[in-house]
């Protein structure tokens, strides 16, 4: 048997611990020399994960930094495996080579923690030090502070102006802005669109309003279309109401009220005026107080709470002696390590601000049927944290013993005066640092185990990797390698040399996540639920169901040259990235954009006709909404235009490679039929994009396969918004009877508002059936026939993304408001009856019908599917890459 010295091969987060943290893996019968003795492993062990140092009797509790993570369901031995039930099930969905352990040896324990009000003494802040530290920073009028960035925004109010707002940066892409200027950015994001105020509604609006205000903020064009859940007028009557100072940034509130190529021409000409007041801006001396952190972590593991979270404390702590800010946040993430947050406060009040919040968000969980205890990801799980106390415990430890908490805060609340905050905000990393970034910070500290990428589009990331290991994988991605003190660096040598690089990026050095180029943004997503469920969530019961009976119409006859796939001859033929969680979607989409630009050079590649990623916000940090989310993926990957698809993990989110695996074979499909790759484990951005290409031309190494289409390959989506007069509806009656009666796929959305003419459903239907689902959100229908697909959602958006998973291959879409934006996969053709919204908007509209007596409607609506079928006609939208891609999180679903 192999021999180890403990120091060797574990860890203790403290001293006085039951239970000691594998610093490497350890294999089956190792035997460890420790200080209590010699001790043999009964199982083999993975890094990051726990195994008993000393005897544990049934029922005492497993301790962690001192604290109780379980209790022990038997007696342990030293040298078990410390398993709970959820760590053996996580486990059993990874590809392991060695056996688990039979059953589970603890508990997940949560201790509430109470205020001795009698025995309570206010804590003391970090002395000030006698060092005036200075960065270089962009003084900003109005009391809005000291920005470390100087960038123009493009902010969209709503989820419907967010492709606009993204051409209009991309239109400055290229542009050489003058050495002052950090760029012209996007910030987008899922909220404002559906038909009813939203529960999320102030803390959106706090959000916005901070984002405008930010610093780091030099002008802000805010682009909506006046119409959703909130609008420009809202947004600017909160800021005005609650002291924003608005007057004192170059802004402009810009409706988007014509078609999208004008409206870009007029909102570049007022970002054009404003560079060259932007440009005048320069960096000067300011004092490292006007420095605010927001720390995070993500795609945490079981060295988070010893090196990375540790050395950010200390980085927050020196800010604060020099009389800076802090602001730590994931409340759920702190459920468990209330005694040690609370051990240093500012006062009694600020202490039961802390614990209302704690339980407020207990509360928002158990609204839903959720618990916070759902929180760790698959990541956080493969990596040693085994629950939500035993992650929360090494979070905590971003705020260093010696600093004081001095205030608590709402999501996105500004933070006005010095000090180390708490703000309240949901574990999901995004929409945490949104909240952080509206508050004022300035700078992010992220710390990860897994080596989590994500980065801010104004405000600049330094990403601590916890171990030496995973920062040699990824260093071209992670900035601080905090794994230094694991291997027996001190900390404050360590710290002192991380300090001084945060003071040098927050005076405009470059960090790792700029270099790289991406960025996302995601706020605190709306929930449904305000008060408790009347009986527990559950699963939903699948709607599924033969076709609808309609009508018999007219025999249509159509064909087209098309292309051979799997599932039949299709009109397209793409290559799919998917990202199996919103921390990969950006370098999916990156990818996607480097695989587009090659196609001009490598006929392989060029044998799609375009690369795609499905840029979306889950896959992790929510609850409730998973099932949902796996059928939209599975029903993308199987769409007929999809010729090969790669998926894409971050390396750390609950719906990883091996959860979507499990799923499709769940489903009866072959997950061999899909290439796979990993952000964190092929090694970062460079290497994984050069994989997911190689994989790209072996599937694409075959010649391309052309056969004639029929009228009955045809799969197409009908959908509406506003009202639909008589004409129109009985038009599209009677297209979607001649298209089932000839043997093709139709699809409608049960909210389609078509669905509230009784012209179209007593055309379509008769006069008795009743309009109701038949069809799962984003689900696959066999055969041909009508549909009426569930939608557990108001948004458009995610509406049309649902009709994506169902694989309609074109969607039929009828507005008399406003366009909607397109799907990045399926083509929408959009059209509208003559009204003020058409000419409005009538260059982003394909076509308009006329009501002219001597024209068929049917004929006319048939034509143009056949042009887009043959490739003559491709939608404006489409063609101009104005899409958006949301999946719904339904009625249930909530941020964790």
């Given amino acids: 048997m192999i021999k180890f010295q403990f120091d060797e091969i574990a860890r203790l987060a403290d001293r006085g611990d039951n239970v000691a943290i594998a610093t490497r893996r350890i294999n089956h019968g190792a035997i460890i020399e420790t200080r209590h003795g010699q001790i043999t492993t009964h199982h083999t062990i993975l890094e990051g994960h726990r195994f008993v140092l000393t005897p544990i009797k049934a029922h005492e509790p497993l301790l962690s930094w001192g604290l109780p993570f379980g209790t022990a369901i038997r007696s342990l031995d030293p040298g078990e495996y410390v398993c709970n039930q959820k760590i053996l099930a996580a486990l059993g969905q990874r590809d392991i080579d060695f056996e688990l352990p039979r059953e589970a040896n603890f508990l997940d324990v949560m201790l509430e923690h109470q205020i001795n009000e009698a025995t309570f003494s206010p804590g003391t802040q970090v002395a000030p030090t006698s060092e005036v530290g200075t960065f270089l920073g962009y003084r900003r009028p109005g009391q809005r502070g000291v920005g470390t960035r100087n960038f123009i925004v493009i902010l969209a109010l709503t989820v419907q102006s967010a492709a606009f707002a993204r051409q209009v940066e991309s239109a400055y892409s290229n542009r050489k802005l003058g050495k002052n200027i950090d760029g012209v950015v996007a910030v987008t994001h899922t909220e404002g669109d559906g038909s009813t105020r939203p529960n999320n509604w102030s803390l959106v609006m706090r959000t916005l309003a901070g984002f405008m205000v930010h610093p780091n903020v030099a002008a802000v064009l805010a682009v909506d279309y006046g119409n959703g859940t909130f609008t420009a007028t809202d947004l600017e009557q909160f800021m005005l109401d609650n002291h924003y100072p608005l007057s004192h940034i170059p802004h402009e509130f810009f409706r988007i009220s014509q078609s999208g190529e004008q409206a870009l021409v007029d909102a570049s000409q007022k970002v054009d005026q404003w560079i060259p007041i932007v440009g005048e801006q320069v960096r000067t001396p300011e004092p490292i107080a006007n420095i605010a952190l927001a720390l995070q972590c993500g795609g945490s593991d079981a060295f988070s709470g010893i090196s990375g979270n540790p050395l950010a404390g200390c980085i927050a702590k020196e800010v604060i002696r020099h009389g800076g800010k802090a602001n730590l946040a994931e409340t759920d993430e702190l459920i468990g390590a209330e005694s040690y947050v609370l051990r240093n406060v500012k006062d009694l009040g600020t202490a039961k601000s802390f614990l ?73 990393d995004l929409e945490s640092i949104a909240g952080q970034v509206a508050s004022g910070c300035n700078a992010i500290l992220f710390i990860t185990g897994n080596g989590s990428i994500t980065n801010f589009p104004f405000v600049p990331t330094l990403k601590f990797v916890t171990t030496t290991g995973r920062f040699e994988m990824l260093s071209n991605e992670m900035d601080i390698n905090a794994g230094r003190y694991n291997d027996g660096e001190d900390m404050e040598s360590l710290s002192q040399e991380t300090f001084a690089l945060t003071v040098r990026v927050a005076s405009g050095e470059q960090s790792k996540g700029e270099l790289a180029g991406h960025s996302q943004v995601q706020l605190w997503r709306n929930w449904q639920q305000s008060s408790p469920l009347r009986q527990p969530h559950t699963k939903p019961t699948p709607v599924r169901g033969g076709p609808v009976s309609v009508q018999a119409g007219n025999q249509r006859h159509l064909s087209f040259q098309g292309y051979v796939s799997d599932y039949g001859i299709t009109s397209d033929k793409v290559g799919l990235i998917m990202p199996t969680s919103l921390c990969s979607g950006q370098v999916a989409q990156l990818i996607a954009n480097q695989l587009n630009a090659a196609r001009a050079n490598e006929p392989v590649l060029a044998r799609a006709n375009r690369y795609i990623a499905l840029v979306h916000t889950e896959g992790c940090g929510s609850a409730n909404a998973e099932d949902l989310f796996l059928d939209i993926v599975s029903g993308h990957l199987q769409h007929r235009f999809v010729t090969h698809a790669v998926l894409l993990e971050h390396g750390c989110e609950r719906t990883h490679n091996d959860a979507i695996r499990h799923d499709l074979l769940a489903k009866g499909l072959d997950p061999s039929r899909f290439d796979w790759a990993s952000v964190q484990l092929d090694g970062g951005l460079d290497r994984v994009a050069k994989k997911v290409a190689d994989q790209f031309r072996i599937a694409f190494d075959s010649p391309v396969e052309h056969q004639t289409g029929a009228i009955t390959d045809l799969k197409i989506g009908l959908m509406s918004q506003g009202p639909v007069d008589k004409v129109t509806a009985h038009t599209l009656a009677q297209l979607a009877r001649d298209l089932v009666t000839s043997g093709a796929q139709v699809i409608v959305p049960q909210s389609a508002s078509i669905a509230d003419s009784t012209t179209f459903t007593e055309h379509l239907l008769g006069e008795t059936q009743s309009w109701s689902a038949n069809l799962d959100y984003g689900a696959h229908p066999s055969g041909s026939g009508f549909f009426i697909m569930a939608t557990p959602t ?28 397109s799907h990045p996969l399926v083509p929408v053709l959009q059209f509208s009856d003559q009204n003020a919204a058409s000419e409005k908007f009538q260059d982003d509209l394909d076509f308009v019908l006329t009501q002219d007596p001597g024209d068929s409607p049917s004929d006319f609506l048939m034509t143009q599917i056949e042009n887009m079928l043959t490739q003559q006609y491709s939608p404006k939208l489409h063609q101009r890459g104005c899409s958006n891609f949301q999946v719904t999180r339904g009625t249930v679903g909530l941020s964790l």
């Fill in 356 to 428: 209302r919040k704690i339980e407020k968000f207990k509360q928002y969980a158990a609204n839903h049927g959720a618990s916070a205890e759902g929180n760790p990801s698959g990541g956080n799980n493969f990596r040693g944290l085994y629950n939500i106390a035993l992650k929360s415990i090494g979070a905590a430890r971003k705020k260093d013993p010696e600093v004081r908490l001095d205030a608590v805060i709402d999501y996105g609340a500004p933070m006005t005066e010095p000090g180390y905050y708490f703000m309240d905000s949901p574990g999901n």
């Fill in 794 to 821: 108001t948004s458009l958006t995610e509406i049309l993304t649902g009709l994506g998973g169902t694989g309609v291959e074109m969607i039929l879409m009828y507005t008399s408001d406003l366009p909607v934006t």
